[in-house]
C-alpha cells in the first residue's frame, strides 16, 4: 500500500521564479494537506483540500495556491518566489471526512530559492 | 490561537536508557494529539495517535500519555536504541472551530541515544 508520494524530492529555483510541487495521496484517502518547515522549527499549515475545493487555510499569502484533482492528488504553486520560501514543504493525507484517524506524511519536497 | 510546546529541545542519553518527552498545549479543546518522528530532512512518520476520549496509547517500546485537562501528553521511549535518535514531534488537532482542519505542531525535541 503506497503511503503519501511527493515530487520532487528536491528543487532549486531562483528568487521571483514559480514552482510547484505535487503530491498523491495514501490509497483511500481523500484529503490533502500542505505544510512548510523551515530549519529547525515544526512544520506550519498551509491550506487543505477536499472535494476539490480548499477547506481551510493557515496564515500564508495568496503567493501559495493549490489544486486537487478527483483523483485526489494535489498540486502546490508558489508564485514570485522569496528567499524566505526555502523550506522542507510536506504534503499529508487523511482518510475520508475525518481527522480522527489522523494524517500521514510524505517524505518532503526540499526547496531552496537563491 | 493553540500553542504547542516541547522540552527539552535537545537531548542526549546512553543506549538503554528509559527516557521522557514533554509536550504542552494551550488549548485543552483539542480532538487527538499526534507523535511523529523525523529523521533529519526527511518527512514525518507516525508514531502514536491518541484520541481526547483517551489516556495513552502504546507500540512498542513507545507509550504516549495525554492528559487534555492539563494540556500535557509524555512520549516514553523504553530501552532507547541508537536508532531511535531522530527528532520527535508533537501535534494536536482542534477538530472544531478555527483551525479544526490543521495540526499545531510543538518545534520538536532533537534525540541522540549515544552508543
Known amino acids: 500500500d503506497a503511503g503519501v508520494t511527493q515530487s520532487p524530492t528536491h528543487l532549486i529555483k531562483t528568487r521571483g521564479q514559480q514552482v510547484t510541487l505535487r503530491c498523491s495521496p495514501k490509497?483511500?484517502?481523500?484529503?490533502v494537506s500542505w505544510y512548510q518547515q523551515a530549519l529547525g522549527q515544526g512544520p506550519q499549515f498551509i491550506f487543505q483540500?477536499?472535494?476539490?475545493?480548499?477547506?481551510q487555510r493557515g496564515n500564508f499569502p495568496d503567493r501559495f495556491s493549490g489544486h486537487q484533482f478527483p483523483n485526489y492528488s494535489s498540486e502546490l504553486n508558489v508564485n514570485a518566489l522569496l528567499l524566505g520560501d526555502s523550506a522542507l514543504y510536506l504534503c499529508?493525507?487523511?482518510?475520508?471526512?475525518?481527522?480522527?484517524?489522523?494524517?500521514?506524511f510524505g517524505s518532503g519536497t526540499r526547496l531552496t530559492v537563491v | 490561537k493553540q500553542e504547542v510546546t516541547q522540552i527539552p529541545a535537545a537531548l542526549s542519553v546512553p543506549e538503554g536508557e528509559n527516557l521522557v518527552l514533554n509536550c504542552s498545549f494551550t488549548?485543552?479543546?483539542?480532538?487527538?494529539l499526534q507523535w511523529f518522528r523525523q529523521d533529519p530532512g526527511k518527512g514525518l512518520t507516525s508514531l502514536l495517535l491518541?484520541?481526547?476520549?483517551?489516556r495513552e496509547q502504546t507500540s512498542g517500546r513507545l507509550n504516549a500519555s495525554l492528559d487534555k485537562s492539563s494540556g500535557r501528553s509524555t512520549l516514553y521511549i523504553a530501552a532507547s536504541q541508537p536508532g531511535d535518535s531522530a527528532t520527535y514531534l508533537c501535534?494536536?488537532?482542534?477538530?472544531?472551530?478555527?483551525?479544526?482542519?490543521?495540526?499545531?505542531f510543538g518545534t520538536g525535541t532533537r534525540l541522540t541515544v549515544i552508543p
Open positions: 499529508a493525507s487523511s482518510r475520508p471526512g475525518l481527522n480522527g484517524y489522523g494524517y500521514t
Open positions: 490509497s483511500g484517502h481523500d484529503t
Open positions: 483540500y477536499y472535494e476539490e475545493e480548499e477547506r
Open positions: 488549548d485543552s479543546a483539542i480532538y487527538n
Open positions: 491518541i484520541q481526547s476520549s483517551q
Open positions: 501535534a494536536v488537532s482542534p477538530g472544531r472551530g478555527a483551525g479544526a482542519n490543521n495540526l499545531f
